[in-house]
Structure formats: structure tokens, C-alpha cells
């Protein structure tokens, strides 16, 4: 179904920009997932996840297709909408020639088959393009759907606790980590891109015992705070963190400025330089 608010999830569609689902009603809740793509992670925090359908289960430690008969058992439904996945067909687009096929491409670089077996709730999760890194927090515990998927864009990483998902995140969304991996960036257009592995290779692994550490989460959380405060007070500043609300390059840009006046800012910024050992 189409509006306003989900209008980002096909902005930059080249494939299947036309498709809808008309009727999504009575779909078994097994098969409703809380999908996660790069436009909806900001520094600290991100928007709803989309619910998105798919047909899958996890097995062997990943995400697998089900099988025929398993998808049978779901209904009538289930099937109707498959059936639409399948045969629907663009200028840019072939219908697809059997489930496996359309299992196949959304199955990109097996990304999929890698997930859906999580050992804790903890995420700390960001974009894998864009100049400087915007790493989110979430609990898996406080999602509609606890079956996850992060598009290919986005990169995640799981923590035993919330104190370690937000070191971790605010050393990541730090001028001090930025600064570190500009030089192993490639130039792009608009100036460096391609972030992928570079933020867990350069910063230090958490320890709750030093007191560094200790104090990036420390004034971490306090900015956080501060910006679940803006979110909750300030309309133009909640408008910053809606992937529908303007290009993602734009929003962040604006979110960046507007974090670096909070008052924790300061003291959140010299403990993430003193902890990258700047």
C-alpha cells in the first residue's frame, strides 16, 4: 500500500518502482518482517522500520526460503500475493521464473542466508555508503516484529549489552572515527564515500572496566537523551529523523548540525577523541 509515509521506500527504486499490493489482509504474522535499510538509521537513533513480506523461516542459522508445502499451509493469501511477486513485470524487469529465482536476488551476495539467527538483542547498525558514519542503537526487544532484515546498505553488529551498543555507536558517529578513515575512503562525486568495514576496524574494543570507555558511554547517553528530547519538542528537528521527509544526504547533514549545539555535545566529542587515543 502506497502514502506519503512510505514514499522513501521507493524514491530510489530502478526495479518495481509500479508495484502494489492491494489487499494485504489475513497475511500470517510469520511471514511479516521489520526490514531495515540505511535511509532510516541516523546517529544514535533511526525511524520505524518497514514492514515487508516474505516467505521465508530461519534454519540452519540463517534466513531460508519455505518450501512449497509450507507456504501452502499459510493460505490462500499468502499465495495470492507470491503469485503477484512473481509475475509482476517492467521495462526494467522480467517476471520471475520460479520462486528459488525470486529467493535468488533478494538474496544479495547471501547477505540474507546470514541472518535471522541472533544471539542477543543489542544492535548497533549503520550505513555502509555516505562521507561520515550515522550508527544507530536498537533493541530488537522494542520492535513490532522481532524477525529483522538489514537491506545489503546497512551493516550491523550485535553487543551483549546497551552500554556496549552505545560505545560503539558513539565512537562511530564521532568527528574522531570520521576523521580516522577519511584516508582509506574512495573520492567520490560528492566528495568520500564507501564506508562498509572501516568503523569496528579502527576504534578499540569495548572494555567496561577503563574508564575511557566508561566515559564515551556516559556522555553518549546523555546526548541521546537530549536528542529523544528534540524528537519529542521540536517538529522541525523530528522532521530530520523521517526518511520520507527529504534525501537521506540532506537530513543527516542538518541532524549532524543540530546535534553538535546540544549542550552534551562537547563533552561527548572530547571522550570519544580521548578514547581513539587522540
Not at 552505545?166 to 562511530?172: D, E, P, S, V
Not at 522541525?236 to 523521517?242: A, G, H, Q, T
Not at 542538518?254 to 561527548?268: G, H, P, Q, S, W
Request: contains cysteine; glycine residues 6%.
Amino acid at each position: 500500500l502506497r502514502t506519503h509515509a512510505l514514499s522513501y521506500l521507493v524514491s530510489d527504486a530502478k526495479k518495481a518502482k509500479g508495484f502494489v499490493l492491494d489487499d494485504v489482509s489475513n497475511v500470517p504474522e510469520k511471514c511479516l518482517h521489520a526490514c531495515i535499510i540505511s535511509k532510516q538509521v541516523m546517529p544514535f537513533i533511526m525511524s520505524n522500520p518497514a514492514v515487508g513480506f516474505l516467505p521465508i523461516k530461519v534454519d540452519s542459522g540463517g534466513y531460508k526460503l519455505l518450501t512449497n508445502l509450507e507456504i501452502q499451509d499459510l493460505g490462500r493469501n499468502v499465495q495470492l500475493i507470491i503469485d503477484k511477486e512473481m509475475s509482476y513485470t517492467d521495462s526494467a524487469m522480467p517476471p520471475y521464473e520460479s520462486i528459488d529465482a525470486f529467493f535468488e536476488k533478494v538474496n544479495v551476495y547471501n547477505k540474507l542466508t546470514k541472518q535471522g539467527s541472533w544471539a542477543g538483542s543489542w544492535f548497533v547498525l549503520y550505513g555502509a555508503g555516505g562521507q561520515d558514519v550515522a550508527a544507530a542503537v536498537i533493541d530488537l526487544n522494542t520492535l513490532d516484529f522481532k524477525r529483522i532484515i538489514f537491506d545489503q546498505t546497512v551493516y550491523w553488529m550485535q553487543t551483549d549489552t546497551f552500554e556496549e551498543a552505545l560505545f560503539y555507536a558513539g565512537l562511530f558517529n564521532s568527528d574522531s572515527l570520521n576523521n580516522a578513515i577519511k584516508e582509506f575512503q574512495p573520492e567520490g562525486e560528492f566528495g568520500k564515500r564507501h564506508i562498509h568495514l572501516l568503523p569496528p576496524a579502527v576504534v578499540p574494543k569495548y572494555d567496561s572496566d577503563n574508564p575511557q570507555h566508561q566515559a564515551v558511554v556516559s556522555y553518549a547517553s546523555v546526548l541521546l537523551e537530549e536528542i529523544k528530547d528534540a524528537i519529542g519538542n521540536d517538529g522541525e528537528f523530528r522532521k530530520l529523523v523521517n526518511p520520507a521527509e527529504g534525501t537521506l544526504q540532506a537530513r543527516r547533514r542538518k541532524y549532524r548540525i543540530a546535534i553538535k549545539r546540544m549542550d552534551a555535545y562537547e563533552d561527548y566529542a572530547k571522550a570519544c577523541a580521548m578514547a581513539m587515543g587522540l
